[in-house]
C-alpha cells in the first residue's frame, strides 16, 4: 500500500470538506458586531477585523499538533512551546499584521509544575524571539479526556496582530513574473508527525543515532523557526505581494494566496530528515504536498526585490534563496510536475 499522509490518519482533502463547511457556518456571525467589520474571514493566514480609528486588528490560533507526543517520548518539553508560537506568529504576519499580543492554552491529563515551567519556558523564548508579549492562557487538567498512564498533554496557541489597510498582503496583487524567494527551516517545524512517527517508528526507535543526523527524536523535536522579525522588516522596506508559511499540506498552501501558477524549480536538496522519511516509502509528491522540504517560509515578490529580501533575511541570520516564479498555468509545480 501506498505510504500517504491519508494512510497515517489524516485526509487533507476531508478536512478540507470540513473546514470549507465549518466556514459557511461561522460566516453567518460575520454582521452581528456594531463595531467591527470583517475585512477577511476564514481561509486566509488570518481572519481580519476593523476596529474604531481605521486600523484593523487580524488574530489566528494554532497548535504544535502530535509534536508534542514525541516531546513526551523523550521526556523533553522546553521545545515544543517555541514551536505553538511560531505557528501562530508566522501565520499571522502573512497577512501584513504586525503580532502584539498571545495567549497559550494547555491541556493535561495531570498537574505537573516541572514539566509546565519548562513548557512555559519554550513559549517565553518563542516569545521573545518573535518580539511578542503573552498576556494570559488556561491550562486545563482533564484526566478522563487526555487518557494514559504518563504525562499526557496538548499545546496551542492564539496571536492577535494589528495593520493598516495599507500594511494589509492577502495576495491579490500576484502577478506572472514575479519570484518566489524561500527562507530556509529547520526541520519539520510542527506538521506531518503523524505520518512521520508511522514511517520513521516503524523502522527506528526515538532514540536511535541516525548517521549524520543525531538521535532522531532529537532532530524531530527541532523547533519552528520563526521568521516574523525579517519578514516585518521586509514588509516594512520592500515591494511584497505575497507571504505564505508552508506548514500542513505543504507548498499546495501558496494557493491560498491566489489561484494561479506556482512554478518551482530550484527547490533546495531537502535536509537529512526529509530524505530518511522518503526513504521510508513515501513518494516525492506526497513529501511536498506533506512537508516545508527544507523552505518554511515564502515570499513573493517582483523581481527587483530579490536582493534586498534575501539581504534582510541574511541580516537575521536565516538563509534564503529564490526557489521559483508566478507563471499563468494554475497550480502548484515541483520541477514542471504538478503537485496541485
Known sequence: MEITYKSAGVDVSKIKQSQVAIGKLISSTHGLSKIVKIAQGAGHYAGIVKIPGGNLLATHTDGVGTKVMIANMMKKYDTVGIDCVAMNVND?????????????????????????????????NGSKKAGVPIVGGETAIMPDLITGKGFGFDLVGMVVGILSKKQMVLGNSIKSGDVIIGAKSTGLHSNGYSLARKVLLSKY?????????????????????IYVKPVLEILDKCKINGLAHITGGGFTKLLRLKKTGFNLDSMPTPPSIFELIQECGVKTDEMYKTYNMGIGFCVVAPKDQVTQIKSIFRKYKIQSQEIGNIINKKGVFINSKRIA
Open 92 to 124: 499571522i504576519i502573512c497577512v501584513g499584521a504586525t503580532p502584539i499580543s498571545f495567549v497559550d492554552y494547555i491541556a493535561a491529563n495531570k498537574n505537573d509544575e516541572k514539566i509546565f515551567k519548562k513548557i512555559v519556558g519554550g513559549l517565553v
Open 205 to 225: 526507535s526515538i532514540k536511535e543515532k541516525i548517521k549524520g543526523m543525531g538521535v532522531l527524536g532529537n532532530v524531530l523535536l527541532s523547533p519552528t523557526e
